[in-house]
């Protein structure tokens, strides 16, 4: 038997009325349809606030922003501007950045093998299985947590960029991640078929395959490399011989253990999570034998403290939020006050709070990005945040045209998701809480996207107005 459909001639004929009864209704619709929303949402008297100085700032003037291209790449983007900033005031020089395509390809072979591994070590699963479909179907995506980042580091070390420069694949990784997926998923389908003994053999021809692949697409990483560069100061160039990835991490790292830095996320869901206790996600480890993602779930005024404290010491900060909400591109703010939306559309349901929307996956930490800056008030309260962002730019001399943004400090209470902390910065008290077994989540728990970064495209209007 049909169910009859509630919404019926007449309560359509009543919407209609109701749209026509406001006037207001009619001129945001013209608006709106010939221009968009982005006009008619933004708030002219909070654009007067909107501010690009800081008074306390990491960035050197006229430093050029990264760019990922079409890629997932943020995490990784933000995790090495975190480092590059020490390099250039370190050695006084214009600008520095360290080849993202080199942990790409290491990122890509890694992850092949933790897939074919995950299916070797699992021989039981069906494709009906809840982990089996999120395997096959997470696994080559270029999103991924900051703890993929440090396994990276820790294993295969760093180089600059103009040891292995951007192709045309790591700024646009569909085509490669589909042709990876296509040697994966049909190796995973030998596995199935074929006795256990024969699947280690397996599983290296079939990472060889990958290997070639990937320096098809990306080239070969280096062994060793020369770095040349030249001080501002008197534009003296120097060349550096015979360095290897792991060589020039010691130098850029001055010893810092990757996974001393400590991740503390603000998730107020507190019918299922709770403050001051570690949560763990499983399958999250880009590499074998790598960590997972741990968590610190805390109040939203320690990560503010924190985030301050190291930024104030002269360390960038890696940190993760929903720039899919009150994101201006015209002026390269992230502000959950100058885009009214409220206004024009009418509110959401009363009590659908951060809490609610991660649990609902209306905000998710889908790009990482890293802190640079802050401007405090006269209590030593956060007004703003300078943000380093992986977009490009379109003028790299004129403040909010060059890649960074603004980040008011309600949208940080409202959005941000994680930030990445060292352990130095920290108090003795919420170290002690790392030491603590973290409570394990599953990979498609509604919290694991909340904090996985994805892939989000920078707004066709970044720069300039239509």
């Not at 995950?118 to 479909?133: L, M, V």
């Not at 180089?159 to 694949?169: G, I, R, Y």
């Amino acid at each position: 038997m049909l169910k009859r459909s509630n919404l019926s001639s007449d309560f359509l004929e009543d919407c209609r009325k109701r749209f026509k009864e406001d006037p207001s209704n009619t001129a945001f619709r013209n608006a709106i349809t010939m221009t968009g929303t982005l006009p008619i949402s933004t708030d002219s008297n909070r654009v007067n606030e909107v501010s690009h100085v800081f008074m306390n700032s990491i960035k050197k003037k006229n430093l050029k922003a990264t760019d990922q291209g079409h890629s997932g790449r943020c995490w990784m983007f933000a995790g090495l501007n975190m480092f590059r900033h020490a390099i250039i005031n370190g050695m006084d020089i214009e600008n520095f950045e360290f080849s993202e395509t080199y942990l790409f390809f290491y990122d890509k072979f890694e992850r092949s093998n933790t897939f074919l591994k995950w299916f070797i070590d699992n021989p039981g699963s069906k494709p009906e299985d809840r982990d089996f479909s999120y395997i096959l179907a997470m696994n080559m995506e270029d999103g991924g947590w900051f703890n993929c980042f440090a396994n990276l580091v820790n294993k295969y070390g760093l180089v600059p960029k103009d040891a292995m420069k951007e192709t045309a694949n790591s700024l646009y990784s569909e085509d490669m991640n589909h042709l990876i997926k296509e040697k994966l998923h049909s190796a995973v389908h030998w596995f199935r078929k074929n006795p256990k003994k024969d699947l280690e053999a397996k599983r290296e021809e079939v990472m060889t395959d990958i290997y070639k692949l990937l320096v098809l697409f990306l080239g070969e990483p280096p062994h060793s490399f020369k770095w040349a560069f030249t001080k501002d100061e008197n534009e003296q160039a120097s060349i550096l011989y015979g360095i290897t990835p792991n060589m020039f991490k010691n130098m850029i790292t001055s010893g810092l253990e990757m996974h001393d830095f400590y991740s503390l996320v603000n998730l107020p869901i507190s019918s299922r999570l709770k403050y001051k206790t570690l949560y763990s996600i499983k399958e999250t480890s880009n590499i074998y034998e790598g960590q997972n993602c741990n968590m610190l779930n805390m109040p939203i005024e320690e990560l503010t403290k924190y985030a301050k404290k190291s930024i104030l010491s002269g360390f960038p900060v890696w940190f993760s939020g929903d720039v899919s909400q009150d994101l201006h591109p015209w002026y390269s703010a992230l502000d959950d006050k100058l885009i009214d939306h409220k206004t024009v559309f009418g509110p959401v349901q009363k009590g659908y709070d951060k809490g609610a929307r991660l649990e609902m996956c209306t905000t998710q930490g889908n790009h990482a990005m890293t802190l640079t800056g802050v401007n405090l008030d006269e209590n030593g309260n956060p007004i703003n945040w300078q943000v380093e962002n992986s977009w490009g730019y379109y003028d790299h001399e004129t403040p909010g045209e060059d890649g960074w943004f603004t980040m008011s400090h309600s949208w940080f209470k409202k959005y941000l998701v994680e930030i990445v902390i060292h352990k130095n910065y920290l108090s003795r008290t919420v170290r002690k809480l790392f030491d603590q077994k973290p409570i394990e989540l599953n990979p498609w728990d509604s919290v694991a996207p909340a904090t996985r970064i994805g892939c989000v495209d920078a707004p066709k209007n970044l720069w300039k107005r239509k």
